[in-house]
T-cell receptor, first 110, second 121 residues
């Protein structure tokens, strides 16, 4: 099965940069998507196709993907960025669903 | 931009079934692919099933095969997710989401607000 591993938590001071990693076997060959989920709310797409941003998502959110690690970078972090973040890929396999989510990372703004 | 509104919270007994609805506005569901994703309390996201268009082919995660069914109603622009033989492990928030699919990948945007399904004896 294909597993996406994220750090359980990342802490960052306001105005600083948060980097959230997503590790997977040869993930650089896949297209990675990122979601932000605030408590009690539905996930919101913040980055798709490794580094594209949907309309309405601030430029502070950016993504990269190479080798065995994809990264979501949040620049000039604000208090409102505090949330859980999930990476996601599409992986065709007979032994698990085609859509695979990462384990999730809780971002805490100090 | 299409928006998705889901039905309200449900409390069910073990062994029973539940139906969750997902109604779209601002667009016709027959023009989209839609997925169901669930999230157990304090846990991550898990894809369950998807359908292409209101009456299109449905795909189900192997874990839920035989217990989940997705159907649609064009007149109300609504897709339904039925889950049967409920156990305590099915307690979760269930989300519907528009699936965007190209030749090599797929992602979800937007999402419904979520429906809590609690299994209690």
């Amino acid at each position: 099965s294909y597993v996406l591993t994220q750090p359980p938590s990342v802490s960052v001071a306001p105005g600083q940069t948060a980097r959230i990693t997503c590790g997977g076997n040869n993930i650089g060959s896949k297209s990675v998507h990122w979601y932000q989920q605030k408590p009690g709310q539905a996930p919101v797409l913040v980055v798709y196709h490794d580094s594209d941003r949907p309309s309405g998502i601030p430029e502070r959110f950016s993504g990269s993907n190479s080798g065995y690690t994809a990264t979501l970078t949040i620049s000039r972090v604000e208090a409102g960025d505090e949330a859980d973040y999930y990476c996601q890929v599409w992986h065709s396999s007979a032994d698990h669903p085609p859509y695979v989510f990462g384990t999730g990372t809780k971002v805490t703004v100090l | 931009q299409v928006q998705l509104v889901q039905s309200g919270a449900e409390v069910k007994k073990p062994g029973s079934s539940v139906r969750v609805s997902c109604k779209a506005s601002g667009g016709t569901l027959n023009n989209y692919a839609l997925s169901w994703v669930r999230q157990a309390p304090g846990r991550g996201l898990e894809w369950m099933a998807g359908i292409v268009g209101i009456y299109g082919r449905a795909d189900y995660a192997q874990k839920f095969q035989g217990r989940v069914t997705i159907t649609g109603d064009e007149s109300s622009n609504t897709v339904y997710m039925d889950l049967s033989s409920l156990t305590f492990d099915d307690t979760a928030v269930y989300f519907c989401a528009i699936s965007h699919v190209d030749t090599v990948t797929g992602w979800f945007d937007p999402w419904g607000q979520g429906t809590l399904v609690a299994i209690s004896s």
